[in-house]
């Protein structure tokens, strides 16, 4: 991995030339007088850019790459996409040609190229094990896109790579990264801190009516707020995904998610122990990503992500740029945010509610109980041409 | 019931009030028919002789009762406090002159509170009443023998929620009404708040209907769990499936209802959540459509006077209707109100919460009664 400035010297460069921005006017220093900056960018890999990924449709591409003015003006991040790589390799050129970056013939070929590694993909999830080993291997920092994997064996395949080699790993999703998050997991400290108890939990999800790519952002965004004490999980719906597929029968036109927590603790806040059921509706087109009603002993507690008007770029600033930030803060200082094991249980807490919906008719189904070996289906399995693994 | 009981309706019939007996049972047959149609039986039905209030035999007053809980303190005549206060005037066309209970010290207390005579036993009322309400949740479980007598007597009769613990008996009950011509009500007493018919009006407003979240200020799924009602009385019986995710539906430290309304051609179906919050808020719903939004809620009350009034007395003034003759609601909703509950019941325990298919109940089937031993089997023989 490259050597990168001291962050606190960079720190320091950027407020000093900040105070001197504050005492000065754009005619005394115009644009071609401005000072380099000498900070030097991380050196970041894509895999997946293509249909379902983040890298396309402009959401997260042009706030690292800020090549779509209209979308996203100004460079925000120490990150700059340098390579990218997609199963189709015209897709992989287009983007290249967009956001100014190279792209590959292989997966694993951007292993001594890159600082950072961003699989952003969906589709491409069933294969993450194979896709992310070389860099895992390489302990180049990964962002892994959710829902991380559709196996304990596969989640734990990668774990145990990205442990073997002290590789930081990143598996999160916007939803875990709002701010309504991050309110609401604080409120939830302060209740306990006032000895209130939660009641029972409901919830709303911008889900396109599908579980494993939008369904899980609503599970992400109840657990970063309620924790991983989940005794027991069910997906009670029609269906788990939007489309008919090989491997989707029946698409999904109503569902909920419901988790049966122990209790929950937060440290230094306090600790309940009776158990309480959160239960989230996997909605359409309601006007919001996500939302949250807390009923506790004292009343009850809303929040709310209304979906963002108005300039496109207040959309990916406040609701997809939180975990490109994410991601550079790990890559950066090195320290994972959420550990290994957390990323183990969320997944586990994942496949529990697959399996719930797929062979148990949405009835609550113990996390512990989840085999390791049980495979939940990905929505296209042939997405992938295995032939590269060879 | 033995099965050689031979009814005779006019050995009861009093001379006293003959003409309403009579009418009762002639208006049977098109009372059986006009029933499921949710039509009043007749104009004639509010007759009745000389200037008194309507009779009404008050069955299961003891524990866990509506009668000994705010009926009483609704209806008391002299003013005489029978839970907390009375509201010191006749509201309603209603006087309880009877009382049953399975408990007898229990029946005569709350006889003497209000100035009725208990009766021994449970059809003991036959011939000298308009009209009986079961008050009580844990004799549920028996209603179906406890309201026989009446029924096929022609009385007019309230069930208590949850009507029914199996399709069987509610089926039973249906029938036998229907026989008879009997008029019957079978009603959840938020079915009756105005927040139901507010809430129907204000959501044609909203949009395409996205999904509702409701609570209940509740600990258990039988008798306090009353939002499946009230939402059916919002957005019709249509319900396809039900869940109910619980420890215990009869004691539950988490308890959770999710109802599937199969929506129509100009509405895709959609999940109402029902969930137990045994704190704050009688009920509280929230209804989000493609176009906004709309709640409802409605607090614990600060005075026993407001929540009587508020509360229990609308379903009470439906109960003096249906009383007078007029049904409430065709007999098929109270049976597919029961069955959904029945529905819900059947997840929780037979399926750990999954959802459930609203018709798929087996008709024997029977939910797990709060209080088994409630009703010792020797009280139901008549005679």
Redesign the interface.
């Known amino acids: 991995m490259p050597t990168h400035p001291n962050r606190r010297d960079f720190i320091a460069a950027a407020a000093a030339t900040g105070t001197a921005a504050t005492v000065s006017t754009a005619e005394e220093h115009p644009r071609s007088n401005r000072k380099t900056p000498t900070v030097e960018l991380l050196s970041v890999g894509v895999v997946a850019v293509g249909a379902g990924s983040h890298m396309n449709y402009s959401i997260w591409a042009p706030t690292i790459n800020p090549e779509e003015p209209d979308v996203w003006p100004i460079r925000s991040t120490r990150m700059k996409i340098t390579h990218c790589w997609d199963r189709d390799p015209e897709t992989a050129r287009e983007f290249a040609r967009k956001y100014k970056c190279e792209a590959v013939a292989n997966y694993y070929d951007m292993v001594d190229k890159v600082d950072a590694m961003i699989f952003a993909g969906f589709y491409e999830c069933a294969w993450w094990p194979k896709l992310t080993k070389p860099y895992l291997e390489a302990g180049i920092p990964c962002h892994i896109n959710r829902p991380f994997a559709y196996s304990m064996e596969d989640a734990r395949s990668m774990i145990e790579t990205a442990k073997k080699h002290n590789t930081l790993i990143l598996c999160t999703d916007e939803r875990e990264y709002i701010k309504e998050a991050h309110v609401a997991r604080w409120k939830v400290g302060e209740l306990l801190k006032e000895g209130k108890q939660i009641l029972g939990v409901t919830s709303d999800n911008s889900a396109g009516y599908e579980y494993p790519a939008h369904g899980v952002h609503g599970l992400y965004f109840m657990l970063a707020i309620l924790g991983l004490d989940v005794a027991e999980a069910s997906l009670q719906a029609d269906g788990w995904w939007n489309q008919k597929t090989i491997s989707s029968p029946n698409p999904m036109t109503w569902g909920t998610l419901n988790l049966r927590f122990n209790g929950i603790e937060i440290e230094g806040s306090g600790k309940q122990t009776k158990p309480f059921v959160a239960t989230q509706q996997q909605l359409s087109g309601y006007g919001a990503n996500a939302g949250m009603r807390i009923y506790h002993t004292g009343g009850w507690w809303d929040i709310m992500n209304h979906w963002t008007r108005g300039e496109r770029l207040n959309r990916l600033y406040y609701l997809f740029f939180p975990t490109v930030y994410a991601m550079q803060r790990m890559f950066e200082t090195g320290e994972m945010q959420w550990s290994y094991d957390y990323i183990l249980k969320k997944t586990r807490i994942f496949l529990t509610g697959f399996k719930s919906h797929l062979e148990h008719n949405g009835a609550m189904v113990r996390v512990d109980d989840l085999p390791e070996d049980w495979k939940a289906p990905c929505p296209h399995p042939d997405w992938i041409d295995e032939s590269i693994f060879n | 019931m033995p099965d050689d009981y031979q009814h005779d309706p006019h050995d009861i019939v009093s001379s006293h009030n003959r003409h309403r007996r009579m009418f009762l049972k002639t208006s049977a047959l098109a009372g059986a028919l006009a029933l499921n149609n949710g039509l009043a039986a007749s104009p004639e039905a509010s007759e009745r002789s000389g200037n008194s209030k309507l009779r009404i035999g008050a069955l299961c007053v003891g524990d866990f009762s509506f009668w000994s809980y705010s009926w009483g303190d609704i209806l008391s005549p002299r003013g005489v406090a029978v839970n907390r206060e009375a509201l010191g005037t006749g509201l309603l066309d209603m006087e309880i002159t009877h009382v049953w209970d399975v408990d007898k010290a229990k029946a005569r207390e709350f006889a003497d509170k209000v100035g009725a005579e208990p009766v021994d036993r449970y059809d003991g009322m036959v011939g000298k009443v308009d009209g009986v309400a079961f008050g009580g949740f844990y004799e549920v479980p028996w209603q179906h023998i406890l309201a026989r007598p009446y029924i096929e007597a022609g009385i007019p009769t309230y069930l208590s929620r949850p009507f029914a613990y199996s399709l069987r008996d509610i089926e039973d009950i249906l029938d036998c009404a229907a026989k008879h011509g009997t008029p019957i009500m079978a009603t959840d007493i938020y079915e009756h708040l105005y927040g139901v018919t507010t809430l129907k009006k204000r959501i044609r407003t909203i949009g395409e209907i996205?999904?509702v979240?409701s609570?209940c200020l509740t600990h258990e799924y039988a008798a306090l769990f009353h939002t499946p009602y009230m939402l059916q009385a919002i957005f019709g019986h249509d319900v396809g499936k039900v869940?109910v995710?619980t420890?215990d539906p009869n004691s539950s430290?988490?308890?959770?209802g999710?109802y599937?309304f199969n929506g129509d051609p100009e509405q895709?179906?959609?999940?109402c959540?029902s969930?137990?919050?045994?704190?704050?808020d009688l009920y509280?719903m929230?209804v989000?459509g493609?176009e906004g939004i709309e709640s409802s809620r409605l607090p614990q009350f600060a005075e026993w006077r407001d929540d009587l009034l508020v509360h229990h007395t609308p379903m009470l003034v439906a109960m003096q209707k249906t009383f007078e003759g007029t049904m409430y609601e065709p007999l098929d909703n109270i049976r597919k109100k029961n069955e959904i509950f029945l529905t819900g019941f059947y997840s929780a325990v037979e399926?750990?919460?999954?959802?459930v298919d609203v018709g798929t109940v087996p008709p024997d089937w029977r939910a797990v009664p709060a209080r088994p031993d409630w009703i010792d089997p020797a009280l139901l023989k008549r005679q």
């Open positions: 996205q999904c979240h609570t869940a995710v420890d430290t988490y308890l959770m999710t599937l895709k179906p959609f999940l959540t969930t137990m919050t045994p704190d704050g509280s929230d989000t493609s399926r750990s919460g999954a959802p």
